[in-house]
């Protein structure tokens, strides 16, 4: 799923060539392996379209299936410079 990230950085950097910053997005697995929800935690971008981007394209990630059929909540850094 990399390159669908790498594909919000390059159209943020379109918009304006010094993009950069970390995003911390927290997002939950459910048993089916589908993300069920995601959000911004934390954001040092300061380009709102990149970080909508991101939450966008997570929100439809197919994921392995969490052992015991439980949600899962995770936390992720995505770093762009």
């Not at 669908?4 to 997005?25: H, P, T």
Request: with cysteine; aromatic share 8%.
């Amino acid at each position: 799923h990399m390159s669908e990230i790498r594909y919000c950085y390059e159209s943020a950097m379109v918009r304006q060539s010094n993009v950069e910053g970390k995003l911390v997005v927290a997002f939950n697995i459910g048993p089916s392996g589908r993300v069920t929800t995601a959000s911004a935690a934390a954001a040092t971008t300061r380009d709102p379209k990149l970080n909508d981007c991101v939450i966008r394209r997570l929100q439809g990630w197919q994921l392995p299936k969490p052992k015991g059929g439980v949600n899962v909540a995770i936390s992720y850094p995505f770093i762009f410079k």
